[in-house]
């Protein structure tokens, strides 16, 4: 157990719809991270957060967003969705969201858009 | 800009007999550099990490791997392979900068034979 949790473990929705992904960091880090794994795309970087602020950005589409809370959880909403973004949702976190700073990864959320 | 390549897609051992899945890095410097670990239907976990201090890097479970900058290496290796160490593996680089972006391999699926 990394002592990164994700929620919901799995999400069944229709195009066109919206979700909201949850993710609680390791108690003592401040840095959160997003990712996406499919299987055409393998594993993808999305967006870092450090202490409520974005940090850095990936590949992310402008239908997606993510914030981080003063309470450090942070939280990834999807929109207007798509079949090609059923994917694995991984959140991430570490101490201070440095080149090289160990992140420990949550179970995932399974997104399955039908 | 920083980039990892594993060579294998898939690699098929019997068990007892030594394990080698092999990465290559591309960066201008001297990188850091990961291995994780994805179980099917489970989330990623970290193996062994480098980041410039001993070539050679012991991880967790019996892994290993050098770092070889004349080579742009850093090949992951066991012994002894366990029917348990059947997994994705994923050689992983972060991005220089002010950032904990991960760049990942494409990874490669470890299969053991009894």
């Known amino acids: 157990d990394s002592g990164v949790t994700q929620t919901p473990k799995h999400l069944i929705t229709a195009t066109g719809q919206r979700v909201t992904l949850r993710c609680s960091p390791r108690?003592?880090?401040?840095?959160v991270y997003w990712y996406q794994q499919s299987l055409d795309q393998g594993l993808q970087f999305l967006i870092q957060y450090y202490n409520g602020e974005e940090r850095a950005k990936g590949n992310i589409l402008e239908r997606f967003s993510a914030q981080q809370f003063p309470d450090l959880h942070s939280e990834l909403n999807l929109s207007s969705l798509e079949l090609g973004d059923s994917a694995l949702y991984f959140c991430?976190?570490?101490?201070?969201?440095?080149?090289?700073?160990?992140?420990?990864f949550g179970p995932g959320t399974r997104l399955t858009v039908l | 800009a920083q980039s990892v390549t594993q060579l294998d897609s898939h690699v098929s051992v019997s068990e007892g007999t030594p394990v080698l899945l092999r990465c290559n890095y591309s960066s201008s410097y001297s990188p850091s550099l990961f291995w994780y670990v994805q179980h099917p239907n489970k989330g990623l976990q970290l193996l062994l990490k480098y980041t410039s201090a001993a070539t050679l890097v012991k991880g967790i479970n019996g892994f290993e791997a050098e770092f070889k900058k004349s080579e742009t290496s850093f090949h992951l290796t066991k012994p002894s392979a366990h029917m348990s160490d059947a997994a994705e593996y994923f050689c992983?680089?972060?991005?220089?900068?002010?950032?904990?972006?991960?760049?990942f391999g494409q990874g490669t699926t470890l299969q053991v034979k009894p």
């Open positions: 108690s003592g880090d401040l840095s």
């Open positions: 992983v680089v972060s991005i220089s900068g002010n950032t904990g972006k991960l760049i």
């Open positions: 991430a976190s570490s101490v201070d969201g440095g080149e090289g700073d160990t992140q420990y």
